[in-house]
């Protein structure tokens, strides 16, 4: 095992309330879609399912398929 220490992030992440380094543990999600992330919920609310995040430009069906295990909006 390659244990780095308590610096994990679990999952999965609440898409809703995450922070930018949290969102970035996500695979594919970069400083830039993390912070789109972060821009869309200030502007729309909080997203109401996790679908919704495919609103986010640059997050397409493909990318959601690799991140739809790994994110939530309840607590």
């Known amino acids: 095992g390659g ?4 610096s994990e992030v679990s999952w999965p992440v609440n898409i809703n309330r ?7 543990s996500l ?8 912070q789109r992330i972060i821009e869309y ?9 996790i679908d919704d995040i495919v609103n986010v430009e640059g997050i397409g ?3 959601f398929e690799e991140i ?7 607590d």
Not at 18 to 24: D, T
């Open 27 to 34: 695979p594919g999600i970069g400083e830039q879609l993390a």
């Open 61 to 63: 069906e493909s990318r």
């Open 3 to 6: 244990d780095s220490g308590g």
């Open 68 to 74: 739809r295990d790994k994110i939530t909006v309840v």
């Open 41 to 49: 919920r200030m502007h729309h609310g909080p997203f109401a399912r």
């Open 18 to 24: 995450a922070s930018a380094y949290e969102l970035q």
